[in-house]
């Protein structure tokens, strides 16, 4: 008996996209689905090795694909570990990991993209139904003796019942539109297995009848043969000679096991001989991954042990800030029952990854060369690159050579290197400024002092950056400060001010602190500055401010001195002016102008609007 079940509304909507709206790459349906049998292959592949209830079974991996041209049905059958009932449910019925809502929220509107980012987001199976109007999915889960089927035709429901499937793993058979019936030929998928998945490290077999004709004439005779051929190499690619490979090897292969239309920025193939013996192959894509900042990210790196797949849900196969590195690690010294706790902890593992670690920041270092490649890769990877400073002390170096900043002075970005290449005779440290608004920072009143002195200042506006540039300390002997901390500011020298202009401002500065009161710390003189005022001290992290106001407390506001240029005409006209009432309100006025400029924000704009109007009105 068959049970009906609902699809979950955000598989509703993906079906119905992949239906009426993703024309574009309609072939890249079956490399999905291909690489999903190759997936359940290797997991059957690695359980007889392992799992003393299936060590006997004869396992013979492999994926066949048969075609009715009739019929207009293509089926894709797999003998890996299989579905049961509930499987069937979790992972065709449901969103459970597949990422579907990030997808959806990632569409563009052009049909293009948007259909080359269906495997990306782990929702190849739903590409069936771009060609099909009718899906039968038969599964039979390895060591169990039920085996079910799914059937839907993509319209908010599907079925599952039991049926009869005599060998362990999945049968997908699609019926065909009639505007794509012409993926049940022979021609057409031996094409789309070629350009896909031929480094499928499983042999793919093509089921079909061939007819052959005997005789001549009224003697003539059609003969009808049943045919198997084998459609791909099968290699693991990561095992071939460098020298044995094409570049449209690497490129093709990259696509088939990344879920990516799009090709390799760069990749890194390694094979190592010695006390340690393994083979690695890294990608650095075009695009960054989806979930690159989400905490449940998934791992874009395989490890295999002695050609069998052991793991692709391991985090620690590669440093955090990596992550967007897919590709193979295969090990010939790990034992093939490693358990997930051995191999956090494993030594061989370790080395594979430190080695691994300082050949891909090697490749991107290659990559700073060009300048315009750089920054591609800068733009998509750059902030996740940072958080290598805050972990990856070995690589700290490395990783600061590969960052790029804004600057006070320039447009492009430039490294630490070039901004120390730029440095006046004079300059003794690498000044920043860290904010939550590249633009805001630009407008700061504080790097009016730098400009003064001709002295560069780093900004930095990334979420991150309040977390890892203050523990940098140095670069290359040279010290990294806050350009905001008093303490730097007193290291650019004294502000020269005569005893005459102090005695003159005394007024006005006892004024302002009566107005002011708790709001600042000090009121002092400047004269290096363009901006009437500037708020000058160290810096309330913004990132822990967010951090903490997300967890529901806030940190204390951090009190500044408030700088009064001497030579701003508004201050100057201010200081021999004793309407107290004016000077009330152009003291708020300057101090919530220069919050305006450090944060973009006030605590109290209603007030803010009323001082400003008394001032224009008494102006008017």
């Known amino acids: 008996m068959s049970k009906k079940h609902t699809f979950q509304t955000e598989i509703n909507q993906l079906l119905d996209l992949m239906i009426h709206s993703l024309y574009s790459h309609k072939e890249i349906f079956l490399r999905e689905l291909i690489s999903n049998a190759s997936d359940a292959l290797d997991k059957l592949n690695y359980l007889t090795l392992t799992d003393e209830k299936l060590k006997d079974l004869n396992f013979d991996p492999r994926i066949e694909l048969s075609f009715d041209e009739k ?11 299989g579905m049961n009932e509930k499987e069937l449910t979790d992972n065709l019925g449901t969103i459970a990991k597949s990422g579907t809502k990030s997808f959806l929220s990632s569409l563009s509107g052009d049909k293009k993209k948007d259909s080359a980012l269906i495997g990306q987001f782990g929702v190849g199976f739903y590409s069936a139904f771009m060609v099909a109007d009718k899906v039968i999915v038969q599964s039979k889960k390895a060591g169990e003796d039920k085996a079910y089927a799914w059937v839907s035709d993509g319209k908010g429901e599907y079925e599952i019942s039991v049926c009869k499937k005599d060998t362990q793993g999945t049968q997908i058979t699609l019926y065909l539109k009639e505007e794509d019936a012409n993926f049940a030929s022979k021609w057409e998928i031996e094409n789309i297995v070629k350009k896909y998945s031929e480094h499928i490290p499983f042999p793919i077999y093509l089921n079909y009848t061939q007819t052959n004709f005997e005789g001549e004439g009224e003697d003539k005779k059609e003969i009808k043969e049943d045919k198997k051929d084998r459609i791909n190499t099968a290699k693991a690619i990561w095992k071939v000679s460098k020298n044995d490979l094409k570049d449209d090897d690497y490129k093709e292969f990259y696509k088939s096991f990344a879920h990516d239309n799009s090709e390799p920025m ?13 083979s690695t192959l890294f990608f650095i894509p075009q695009v960054a991954p989806f979930d690159l900042y989400r905490v449940d990210y998934k ?21 955090q800030y990596l992550r967007f590195i897919k590709g193979v690690i295969d090990s010939e010294d790990l034992p093939l029952n490693v358990s997930r706790e051995i191999l956090q902890q494993n030594k061989i593992l370790a080395n594979i990854r430190s080695a691994s670690t300082k050949k891909i920041l090697g490749e ?17 990877f750059g902030k996740v690159l940072k958080e290598g400073l805050y972990g990856d002390y070995e690589n700290k170096d490395k990783i600061l050579e590969l960052l790029r900043f804004h600057t006070s002075t320039q447009k492009d970005m430039i490294s630490l290197k070039e901004y120390k290449e730029k440095m006046p005779k004079d300059q003794k440290s690498i000044y920043y400024m860290i904010g939550e608004n590249l633009d805001l920072l630009r407008a ?5 002092k730098y400009t003064q002195k001709g002295y560069e200042v780093l900004l930095m506006a990334d979420e991150v950056d309040g977390f890892v540039i203050p523990g940098i300390g140095e670069y290359d002997k040279t010290a990294l400060k806050d350009a ?44 290096s500055l363009n901006s009437p005022v500037a708020l000058v001290g160290e810096e309330q992290n913004p ?60 605590q109290n704009a209603k007030d803010f609007a009323n001082r400003l109007n008394d001032i224009i009105l008494k102006t008017l």
């Open 364 to 380: 991107i270092q290659n990559i700073t060369q060009d300048k315009e490649a750089y920054e591609k890769f800068y733009t998509q």
């Open 444 to 448: 700061s009143p504080i790097l009016e």
């Open 266 to 278: 760069k990749w890194i193939h390694t094979k190592v001989e010695g006390t340690l013996e393994y």
């Open 543 to 602: 990132m822990m401010a967010n951090l903490m106001a997300q967890m529901g407390q806030n940190l204390p506001p951090q009190k500044k001195t408030m700088e009064l240029n001497i030579h701003h005409p508004i201050l100057e006209k201010l200081k021999d002016n004793s309407d107290k009432e004016l000077l009330a309100n152009t003291a708020h006025l300057l101090y919530d102008s220069a919050k305006l400029l450090e944060s973009g924000s006030i």
């Open 71 to 81: 019929k207009k049905t293509l089926s894709i059958e797999d003998n890996g570990i």
């Open 299 to 319: 791992s874009g790196v395989k490890l295999y042990v002695k050609r069998v797949f052991i793991t692709d849900d391991d985090k620690e196969l590669l440093p």
């Open 484 to 527: 905001n901390a008093s303490q730097t500011l007193e290291e650019l020298g004294a502000e020269k001010i005569n005893e005459e202009t102090r005695k003159s401002f005394e007024n006005l500065i006892k004024s302002f602190k009566e107005v002011l009161g708790e709001e600042v710390k000090d009121i002092t003189l400047s004269n």
